[in-house]
């Protein structure tokens, strides 16, 4: 009794400590918005072919690597004249995203202006302390969205606000002069940008100019001005005396990296000359693009459609289909509506395919224990499902060190593509905030689509029911491994541990919250 009445107590006052924890008032703040876009020829010539984004047509370049995500991040920084405006879920306190805020702060340092939002779902403690030494510069303003109090701890403020403080923003994106922006999967950290082959991202981002910018440009002033968005020095306000060491943490950090610098160095010599993806076969594509962003609302109001922006818009992509659609997300958890709408898809004739992570790959099992539940409905009704598998020779690593498929693309007939944050699952759709730009382009969706026919047999494994009369609608997973077809019975690298929490995960009553 003593033990039980002790842990009541000690649960009571977290509770109220939470309760106590309120945030500060930020009706002193000021709005802010994009700048009119600036005509740069020197930029335009630097972006291979983006002078060609006139009239209602925008130019966009895919961008796989990791490394070249940061390097384009990196070029177009350099290139910045007038603001530069950053909006990510999480920026991580690694190599990386050290020298990420390295660019920010010699950008302003020319007197760029620079405006970063990021979610303050992992904030709190010393990346507090780093944001706010960014945020002392007098042209950097940072902001922190949806945050929790500094007054109290962190974690009963997620029970005691639950519905809200378990609402994240989960955008990311990157523009430069309302004129070029970078939309997509990836965050910022060494996991993004492939500063470690033994923790690496399979991801994708767009590289964007044109018309289109304007409107990602528009979905980040609404965040920034909302009244979720609070400036990072009211939530934790510096000791005076430590003001201008933390001025001059950037500055100290880019020391650092030049003494240890990650792999693709050598990369971010000479950006001030030249933007240039890394690789040749990069292509360019032109067409129409429409950016589409939930409200910041979403992470207040209970689950009003009319924020569901980004949901509603690939919902009706969705029902437009009339040839073929393939769904790639890190995470899916289709429920039964979902199930029943891709099942009817495939029954009217449309082609559905879904490459999603495997149990090898994914860092959140507890997503693939719901996600495992669909898998038998999904390929009886004709949908064909892929998982992607860790290669044979990444097994230097060890499976733990997992290489996480983390990209978010939605491609129609292969004439559109959606690409950014949006991942197929119950938070995407009713509890983060994301945003998706859609691109018109028959040549990018082919391209696209073209480059999966080849090598999704050889990245992932194919998942069949058989039809063998001893096991009758048991699931079978292929893939091709030097050239040849090889079969499994059982869930590849799903040993007793997996089985065991995957079994457990699936008995909680969590998928909405996923």
């Given at each position: 009794?003593?033990?039980?009445r002790?842990?009541s107590?000690?649960?009571?006052c977290?509770?109220?400590?939470a309760?106590?924890?309120?945030?500060?008032?930020?009706?002193?703040?000021?709005?802010?918005y994009?700048?009119?876009?600036?005509?740069?020829?020197?930029?335009?010539?630097?972006l291979?072919?983006?002078?060609?984004?006139?009239?209602?047509k925008?130019?966009?370049?895919?961008?796989?690597?990791?490394?070249?995500?940061?390097?384009?991040?990196?070029?177009?920084?350099?290139?910045?004249?007038?603001?530069?405006?950053?909006q990510?879920?999480?920026?991580?306190?690694?190599?990386a995203?050290?020298?990420?805020?390295s660019?920010?702060?010699?950008?302003?340092?020319?007197?760029?202006?620079?405006?970063?939002?990021?979610?303050?779902?992992?904030?709190?403690?010393?990346?507090?302390s780093r944001?706010?030494?960014?945020?002392?510069?007098?042209?950097?303003?940072?902001?922190?969205?949806?945050p929790?109090?500094?007054a109290g701890?962190?974690?009963?403020?997620?029970?005691?606000?639950?519905g809200?403080?378990?609402?994240?923003m989960h955008?990311?994106?990157?523009?430069?002069?309302?004129?070029?922006?970078?939309?997509?999967?990836?965050?910022?950290?060494?996991?993004?940008?492939?500063?470690?082959?033994?923790?690496?991202l399979?991801?994708?981002?767009m590289?964007?100019?044109?018309?289109?910018?304007?409107?990602?440009?528009?979905?980040?002033?609404?965040?920034?001005?909302?009244?979720?968005?609070?400036?990072?020095a009211v939530?934790?306000?510096?000791?005076?005396?430590?003001?201008?060491a933390?001025?001059?943490q950037?500055?100290?950090?880019?020391?650092r990296?030049?003494?240890?610098?990650?792999?693709?160095?050598?990369?971010l010599?000479?950006?001030d000359?030249?933007?240039?993806?890394?690789?040749?076969q990069?292509?360019?594509?032109?067409?129409?693009?429409?950016?589409?962003?939930?409200?910041?609302?979403?992470?207040?109001?209970?689950?009003d459609?009319?924020?569901?922006?980004?949901?509603?818009?690939i919902?009706?992509?969705?029902?437009?289909?009339?040839?073929?659609?393939?769904?790639?997300?890190?995470?899916?958890?289709?429920?039964?509506?979902?199930?029943?709408t891709?099942?009817?898809?495939?029954?009217?004739?449309?082609?559905v395919?879904?490459?999603?992570?495997?149990?090898?790959?994914?860092?959140?099992?507890?997503?693939?224990a719901?996600?495992?539940?669909?898998?038998?409905?999904?390929?009886?009704?004709?949908?064909?499902?892929?998982?992607?598998?860790?290669?044979?020779?990444?097994?230097?690593?060890?499976?733990?060190?997992?290489?996480?498929?983390h990209?978010?693309?939605?491609i129609?007939?292969?004439?559109?593509?959606?690409?950014?944050?949006?991942?197929f699952?119950?938070?995407?759709?009713?509890?983060n905030?994301?945003?998706?730009?859609?691109?018109?382009?028959?040549?990018f969706?082919?391209?696209l689509?073209?480059?999966?026919?080849?090598?999704?047999?050889?990245?992932?494994y194919?998942?069949?029911?058989?039809?063998?009369?001893?096991?009758p609608?048991?699931?079978?997973?292929?893939t091709?491994?030097d050239?040849?077809?090889?079969?499994?019975?059982?869930?590849?690298?799903?040993?007793?541990?997996?089985?065991?929490?995957?079994?457990?995960?699936?008995?909680?009553p969590?998928?909405s919250?996923?």
């Open positions: 009794m003593g033990t039980t002790t842990v107590c000690l649960f009571v977290l509770v109220a400590l309760g106590c924890a309120s945030l500060p008032d930020i009706s002193a703040r000021t709005e802010s994009a700048v009119a876009a600036h005509r740069d020829p020197a930029l335009d010539a630097k291979v072919g983006f002078s060609r984004a006139t009239g209602a925008s130019s966009f370049m895919p961008i796989e690597g990791g490394m070249d995500a940061f390097v384009a991040r990196a070029a177009l920084a350099r290139r910045a004249q007038h603001t530069i405006d950053a990510y879920f999480l920026l991580r306190d690694d190599k995203g050290k020298l990420f805020i660019y920010l702060a010699e950008a302003a340092d020319r007197g760029v202006r620079v405006r970063l939002l990021i979610d303050d779902f992992a904030l709190g403690g010393r990346h507090d944001l706010l030494a960014l945020d002392a510069h007098p042209d950097i303003h940072v902001r922190s969205f949806n929790l109090s500094r701890p962190r974690l009963p403020q997620f029970a005691t606000r639950f809200t403080a378990t609402r994240r955008n990311k994106t990157f523009i430069v002069d309302n004129r070029a922006a970078i939309v997509g999967g990836r965050n910022v950290g060494d996991k993004d940008f492939a500063t470690r082959p033994d923790r690496r399979a991801d994708l981002d590289l964007v100019a044109g018309p289109v910018v304007s409107e990602i440009s528009h979905s980040f002033d609404t965040y920034w001005n909302s009244d979720l968005a609070y400036p990072i939530l934790a306000n510096p000791k005076p005396h430590l003001a201008l933390r001025a001059q950037p500055k100290r950090d880019v020391t990296l030049q003494d240890d610098p990650p792999p693709y160095s050598a990369d010599q000479g950006l000359v030249d933007v240039r993806p890394r690789h040749d990069m292509q360019v594509f032109h067409g129409p693009a429409r950016a589409f962003s939930d409200d910041p609302r979403k992470v207040t109001n209970k689950r459609p009319s924020h569901f922006g980004v949901a509603e818009k919902d009706t992509a969705l029902s437009q289909a009339t040839k073929e659609v393939t769904i790639i997300t890190p995470y899916f958890i289709p429920g039964r509506v979902g199930v029943h891709l099942t009817a898809m495939v029954a009217e004739g449309v082609r395919r879904v490459l999603t992570n495997g149990v090898d790959t994914i860092n959140y099992h507890f997503v693939h719901h996600y495992a539940k669909y898998r038998r409905a999904l390929l009886a009704g004709g949908v064909e499902l892929y998982e992607a598998r860790v290669d044979e020779g990444d097994d230097q690593y060890g499976l733990e060190n997992w290489r996480l498929m990209a978010k693309a939605l129609i007939d292969r004439a559109r593509v959606f690409v950014g944050s949006f991942n699952d119950p938070r995407s759709v009713f509890e905030t994301e945003i998706a730009v859609v691109y018109e382009s028959p040549a969706a082919q391209s689509s073209t480059s999966l026919d080849r090598d999704l047999d050889s990245m992932a194919r998942l069949r029911l058989t039809s063998d009369l001893a096991q609608g048991a699931i079978v997973w292929e091709r491994v050239g040849e077809i090889r079969t499994s019975y059982r869930e590849p690298r799903n040993g007793p541990v997996r089985r065991l929490k995957t079994g457990v995960y699936r008995l909680l969590i998928e919250m996923l």
